[in-house]
C-alpha cells in the first residue's frame, strides 16, 4: 500500500478597482482584483497550504512571508513550484488535488480548463487530476457584496 496524505488550505483575499486579477496561475479579464503582497492569487495560495498541511510544514506566510520583499509581487505559479519542490525533497508527489473558488463576479467557468491545466503543469501531474470548481454566494456575506474572494483547497500527496 501506498503511503498517503491529506492536506486542506484555504484563503482570502480582498478585492479593489485597478488590480490585475490573477485565479489558477490565469489572468481573469474584470476590472479588479487582489489586495495582496504577491500576484494575489488566491487559488494558488489556498493549494500551497493544503500541501504544506499534508506536509505538516505550516502554512505559505511561514515560508513567504508578507513582510519580506523578496515575494512582493511575485507570481504565486513560483510559490507552487517550491511548495511541489519541497514535498518532492520529502518523496512526497501530488496525486489530486481540488478547488472550490467563491467569488461573485465575474463568472468563472470560462477559465476552469485553463486553470486546471496551468496548475497540473506547474504540480508536474495530468490535468485530469485537478478539479477546479467556482461557485457564487448568492449575494450574501463579504463574497456576495463583491468585497473578496475565499477559497478551499484539499490534496493528496503520495510517497514516491
Known amino acids: ?16 478597482e485597478g488590480l490585475a486579477m490573477f485565479l489558477g496561475g490565469v489572468r481573469i479579464d474584470c476590472p479588479f482584483g487582489f489586495v495582496a503582497h504577491s500576484d494575489g492569487d488566491v487559488a494558488i495560495h489556498a493549494l500551497c497550504d493544503a500541501i504544506l498541511g499534508a506536509l505538516a510544514k505550516g502554512d505559505i506566510g511561514k515560508h513567504f512571508p508578507d513582510k519580506d520583499d523578496a515575494w512582493k509581487g511575485i507570481d504565486s505559479k ?9 514535498a518532492a525533497t ?11 473558488i467563491a467569488l461573485q463576479r465575474p463568472k468563472l467557468a470560462p477559465y476552469i480548463q485553463a ?7 506547474v504540480m508536474d501531474i495530468a490535468a ?33
Not at 78 to 86: R, W
Not at 132 to 148: I, P, S
Open 78 to 86: 513560483i510559490l507552487l513550484s517550491k511548495v511541489c519542490e519541497m
Open 1 to 16: 500500500m501506498k503511503d498517503i496524505r491529506i492536506g486542506n488550505g484555504y484563503d482570502v483575499h480582498a478585492l479593489a
Open 128 to 160: 485530469d487530476r485537478v478539479s477546479v470548481k467556482a461557485t457564487t454566494t448568492e449575494h450574501l456575506g463579504f463574497v456576495g457584496r463583491g468585497e473578496g474572494c475565499e477559497v478551499w483547497a484539499s490534496v493528496i500527496l503520495i510517497k514516491e
Open 115 to 121: 486553470m486546471r491545466e496551468t496548475l497540473a503543469g
Open 90 to 100: 520529502d518523496g512526497w508527489k501530488v496525486g489530486n488535488a481540488d478547488i472550490t
